[in-house]
């Protein structure tokens, strides 16, 4: 193997890779949460919260995640002074904002795909709205979620990408910038290009990790079918 | 020192031209990449619904290939990697390219479903007329299966329009790169993201009203 190679690829794995995999977790964790809290809201008979979240909803979903991206990294800073992040945060506040819009969709549905009679049943045995949805509606209908939430992971960790525009330092922006280093001259560089090799392996990292992740939500799906929910 | 100031309608009047030229390659660049991803979904959807060998086989390695590895990669594969080879292709071209690869990706899966909805007695009620595989596909399964991938076809292009957005990252002169690059100068930066919040929004939830639209009238009639 070339002497070029080792170097790359560690600064790749060890620097980059944590940085994906950190804003992957955290927006997906984050979206999850807020997601399944709005997408339950949505449900409740009250229009004008309804109408909140369903803005909410279109909103996120309709804007390019690039210029959600731009709004939390330069647009909320000149609004407020104190409302500046690292680039890594920023995108993960962004994953955050759109990964929440889709969850609460989804979970709107499959809330609302939940027979009449399971909320009357726990009503009839004493459980308030709360208790109704955390113990019996929510248990049953996160059942129906689980294949989006795969495809939310999938999506979520490609889109972490997003963080390399403006400089966070995930898999793409580590590649990007030991591309720029082999490419300057010497004796800062190699001066020689590599781009080919680096990008391809950036989109080998990817695919590995998303293949198996798609392969799994397909399986959840099926098998969420001929349980009878499709 | 950034003055706590907001003029929207100064922001675009004083940069109409520009902001207008770049609305406008953003709908050029996703008007070509959109009518190329429809044809590559058309065709390579036939070729999986009707299990074509070897096309058939490519296509899944394309769409599993272009669905696992984030379109933002794929674009810094195509503009910074390719030439190394000696295949260099200006922005524009990059522009349409690569999304148009995304979204046939994506619509071929829209258009194998569609085809795959389709009844396999109604394809044997045509060869019973009479018709080869190939008319019974353009007699019978295009129009029926094309029309019941609607929808998911019109949900594709909408994210391809709105990946138009990542050619900021070549310097492809759409309306993202545009307005933010105004912004860089004349420090307008609320100015520049209102207009390209509202821009984008308006054109997706446009097209998101086409898409119900489509699905009332161009719904099957047993279906409706």
């Known amino acids: 193997m070339p002497a070029w190679v080792e170097p790359v690829a560690r600064y790749v794995l060890f620097e980059g890779l944590p940085g994906t995999l950190r804003v992957s977790a955290i927006a997906v964790v984050g979206s999850a949460l807020i997601g399944v809290l709005l997408g339950t809201l949505m449900t409740v008979d009250f229009l004008p919260l309804r109408w909140l979240i369903r803005l909410y909803i279109e909103v996120f979903r309709g804007l390019p995640i690039l210029v959600t991206v731009f709004i939390v990294y330069i647009g909320l800073p000149s609004v407020s002074r104190s409302l500046e992040f690292d680039p890594l945060a920023a995108a993960t506040i962004a994953l955050v904002l759109w990964g929440s819009a889709q969850v609460a969709e989804a979970t709107r549905g499959a809330v609302q795909s939940i027979p009449r009679e399971q909320h009357e049943a726990a009503s009839a045995l004493g459980f308030g709205w709360v208790g109704r949805h955390g113990f019996v509606i929510l248990p049953q209908a996160l059942r129906r979620l689980l294949p989006p939430f795969v495809s939310l992971l999938v999506n979520i960790v490609q889109n972490s990408t997003l963080a390399q525009v403006i400089g966070g330092l995930e898999v793409l922006e580590a590649g990007e910038r030991q591309n720029e280093r082999l490419t300057a001259i010497p004796p800062i560089g190699l001066g020689e290009i590599h781009a080919f090799e680096i990008f391809g392996g950036v989109l080998v990292i990817f695919f590995v990790i998303s293949f198996p992740l798609t392969r799994l939500a397909a399986v959840l799906e099926k098998r969420l079918a001929r349980a009878g929910f499709g | ?224």
């Not at chain 2, 390659?25 to 959807?45: C, E, P, R, W, Y």
């Open chain 2, 1 to 224: 020192m950034i003055l706590a100031t907001y003029d929207l309608w100064g922001f675009v009047s004083e940069n109409q031209a520009e902001l207008l030229e770049g609305l406008l390659n953003t709908l050029k660049v996703s008007a070509i990449a959109i009518a190329g991803a429809f044809v590559i979904g058309a065709i390579l959807g036939a070729a999986r619904a009707h299990r074509i060998p070897v096309v058939s086989q490519l296509t899944v390695v394309y769409v599993e290939v272009i669905r696992n590895t984030p379109i933002l990669v794929q674009i810094f594969f195509i503009f910074y990697a390719l030439p190394q080879l000696g295949i260099v292709f200006d922005q524009f071209t990059v522009a349409w390219l690569s999304v148009m690869i995304w979204g046939g990706a994506f619509n071929s899966e829209n258009f194998r479903a569609g085809f795959e909805a389709v009844p396999y007695r109604y394809r044997e009620a045509g060869y019973a007329l009479g018709f080869s595989r190939f008319a019974t596909f353009l007699n019978v399964t295009l129009p029926i299966g094309g029309r019941i991938s609607i929808p998911s076809s019109i949900n594709t292009y909408i994210s391809v329009l709105k990946n138009t957005s990542l050619m900021y990252v070549i310097g492809y002169a759409e309306l993202t790169t545009t307005s933010l690059n105004i912004s860089n100068l004349t420090l307008e930066t609320k100015e520049s993201l209102t207009v390209l919040a509202v821009t984008y929004l308006s054109l997706v939830w446009g097209l998101s009203a086409l898409i119900r639209f489509a699905e009332s009238r161009l719904a099957l009639p047993e279906s409706r």
